[in-house]
């Protein structure tokens, strides 16, 4: 497979549609994106990435909106956080509704969402009629890419493009989120560090 490199939004899109896989910038790392929606499409990223099956994957959308559209519902806690950090590095694991393949999630009951601060990626989310699940667009066990010239050294020929949305300006992946009983609990720190959080929300339970 030749792997292309441009900013062809109209391409991507429809390679999406047809299930197949694209790297995307975000600010944080670049993600290797399938529709969240296909199970087709999500397979292939467990596949190219050698990535196990137990390990879920986080879903990109454009939109506060677009998030309550695959949720069952949003704590307050997590609408502050929605309000306050997005777009941006901050993934939050809420209940899925049934739109939400088994493969996304390990089969847990909760997805996590995020809204990158991209606007290449906001665009191409914006023109898609499902999200996309990304994982960092790396094979597993190595570094996270942040460059499209990263994800070539990769993952070229495994995949039939790269959106060149330039260098990553972060770096440091997504501070995630969950809520136990509608309380706050930190499950990945990143680019929102505790101060920020705590400044939101008030006080945040680490997962250990
Ligand atoms: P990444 O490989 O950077 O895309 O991050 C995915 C990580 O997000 C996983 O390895 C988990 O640690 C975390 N994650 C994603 N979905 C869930 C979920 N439903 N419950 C708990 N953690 C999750
Ligand atoms: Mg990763």
Do not use: W
Request: charged share 15%.
């Amino acid at each position: 497979m030749h792997t292309k490199v441009g900013k062809d939004l109209v391409q991507v899109k429809k390679l999406l549609e047809n299930d197949d896989l694209v790297a995307i910038p975000t600010e944080t790392v670049y993600g290797l994106a399938a529709n969240a929606l296909s199970d087709n499409a999500l397979r292939k990223i467990f596949k190219t990435k050698n990535r196990p099956h137990h390990n879920p994957l986080i879903v990109h959308v454009p939109s506060i909106e677009s998030v309550s559209s695959i949720v069952t519902s949003i704590p307050t806690a997590a609408l502050t956080l929605l309000n306050s950090f997005s777009p941006g590095p901050i993934t939050l694991l809420l209940p899925r509704n049934s739109q939400i393949p088994d493969i996304v999630t390990a089969g847990l009951p909760n997805v996590a969402i995020r809204i990158p601060a991209h606007p290449l990626a906001l665009s191409l989310l914006s023109s898609l009629s499902f999200p996309l699940a990304a994982p960092s667009a790396n094979l597993f066990g190595y570094i996270s890419p942040t460059s499209p010239y990263h994800v070539q050294r990769q993952l070229n020929g495994l995949i039939p493009y790269i959106l060149d949305g330039g260098n990553c300006t972060s770096g440091i992946e997504s501070t995630i989120v969950g809520f136990d009983e509608d309380l706050p609990v930190v499950y990945r720190l990143g680019g929102i560090s505790i101060e920020q959080l705590h400044q939101t929300i008030g006080e945040v339970r680490i997962h250990n």
